[in-house]
């Protein structure tokens, strides 16, 4: 992830759907602005400190004024759930920004969105592994992943939840409505409507910048978000099957009361560390760039 300038404003705003290629425009973006673009892997994965306020902000639907200092500030755009919920009101917080609205064929968005749920359920929703995540000081990123995942979530984010339960059907229907709702909402001037396969031409054209000569960046495909939900179920299962393994090894070799506080001392200790793997596989998959 690139490093925040506190100095810097936010010059686009996203107010596409989540699976619209966000990750893949995130990192186009990046590379234009030269600098970092919000994501919802920022709270997940890179700055877990930010899902308390947008916590507060999902319970309200109200976007909290002190959004601006302690979490967008210094990013230059944003893009995926959190930042479409509020789009309108962050247009008004940053007038000079512009609207980027990724799309993609509605019933392959269906698709992508009912795998997304399917991939991330398993893991946030399902025990064993939301306990061991828990355990393992990963609280947060499950809260988060749950949260927006709900069907009373505020604005768009709830149609679209409360959509994907109903069927294709009514995920399309609602899916091309909010299209021409930031089409009719946003002046047109202001509005790119883009689609990631689309390439650099129209980004760069509507940000009024160079065409690098680099490959337009295709990150979190399908196989790669299996492989790091995956990699986590599979970390989840070391650490049920490792605790007590260790355990089972160690304690009897124990002879004093001190040695056996520093083996448990250890043992709990191995459960944070494991944390942090899952943490590094998350952020490796957020700032991947191919």
Not at 74 to 87: H, N, V
Not at 156 to 184: K, P, S
Request: glycine share 6%; aromatic share 8%.
């Amino acid at each position: 992830m690139s490093v925040a300038n506190h100095n810097e404003k936010m010059e686009v705003i996203g107010a596409g759907f989540p699976r619209t290629g966000t990750m893949s425009t995130r990192a186009a973006l990046e590379h234009l602005l030269e600098g970092p673009v919000y994501h919802d892997f920022v709270p997940i994965g890179e700055q877990p400190d930010h899902v308390p306020l947008w916590m507060k902000m999902f319970q309200s639907g109200q976007l909290d004024p002190e959004v601006e200092m302690k979490i967008l500030q210094g990013f230059r755009g944003g893009l995926d759930t959190a930042i479409i919920i509020f789009y309108k009101e962050l247009m008004k917080l940053y007038p000079s920004a512009k609207v980027l609205l990724t799309v993609r064929d509605p019933h392959k968005w269906f698709v992508s969105m009912t795998n997304l749920r399917e991939i991330t359920g398993t893991v946030v929703l399902k025990q064993p592994y939301v306990s061991v995540l828990r355990m393992m000081g990963l609280g947060l990123f499950v809260d988060f992943l749950v949260r927006i995942q709900e069907p009373d979530m505020p604005g768009i984010q709830g149609r679209i939840n409360r959509a994907l339960a109903a069927g294709e059907e009514e995920a399309v229907a609602v899916f091309n409505a909010h299209v021409e709702e930031v089409r009719a909402h946003v002046p047109p001037e202001k509005l790119l409507v883009f689609e990631a396969k689309e390439g650099w031409e129209p980004l760069c054209s509507f940000l009024q910048l160079p065409i690098p000569d680099i490959p337009f960046p295709n990150v979190n495909g399908h196989s790669e978000l299996i492989r790091v939900f995956s990699s986590i179920r599979f970390v989840c299962w070391m650490i049920m099957l490792a605790v007590p393994v260790v355990l089972a090894c160690l304690l009897p070799r124990c002879d004093t009361l001190e040695e056996t506080i520093l083996c448990l001392v250890l043992v709990v200790g191995l459960v944070p560390a494991m944390g942090r793997v899952v943490s590094f596989l998350i952020n490796r998959h957020a700032t991947t760039k191919k």
